[in-house]
Nanobody, 122 residues
Framework: QVQLVESGGGLVQAGGSLRLSCVASGRTFNSYSMAWFRQAPGKEREFVAGISWSGGTSHYADSVKGRFAISRDNARNMVYLQMNSLKPEYAAVYYC???????????????WGQGTQVTVSS
């Protein structure tokens, strides 16, 4: 089992950048595919980006391709989401998630963090 804790959210102006971080507990972090999801008020939670256990494969939602970058540091049990050129519609609670399945945009993730709020002002 793995526990996830996100950080790095906050208020940013449109066009700005934020870097989200997620730290995972446990000694088998490098056996988990990791992902970021987001959920805006009144909307369903949606996949944002995912990365394989080795970091060699990543997937992105079409809406964030070219703007967001997911990365991981297995030595530190960390996964990151660099978000650039933020838009107001990107405002949401962002969640870190983990699974031992192969990473895709539709993979079922088994472990979730509590989320971190991202607010983008226009």
């Amino acid at each position: 089992q793995v526990q996830l804790v996100e950080s790095g959210g906050g208020l940013v102006q449109a066009g700005g950048s934020l870097r989200l971080s997620c730290v995972a507990s446990g000694r088998t972090f490098n056996s988990y595919s990791m992902a970021w999801f987001r959920q805006a008020p009144g909307k369903e939670r949606e996949f944002v980006a995912g990365i394989s256990w080795s970091g060699g494969t990543s997937h992105y939602a079409d809406s964030v391709k070219g703007r967001f970058a997911i990365s991981r540091d297995n030595a530190r049990n960390m996964v990151y989401l660099q978000m650039n050129s933020l838009k107001p519609e990107y405002a949401a609670v962002y969640y870190c998630a983990a699974t031992k399945r192969w990473v895709t945009s539709t993979t079922r993730y088994d472990y979730w963090g509590q989320g971190t709020q991202v607010t983008v002002s226009s």
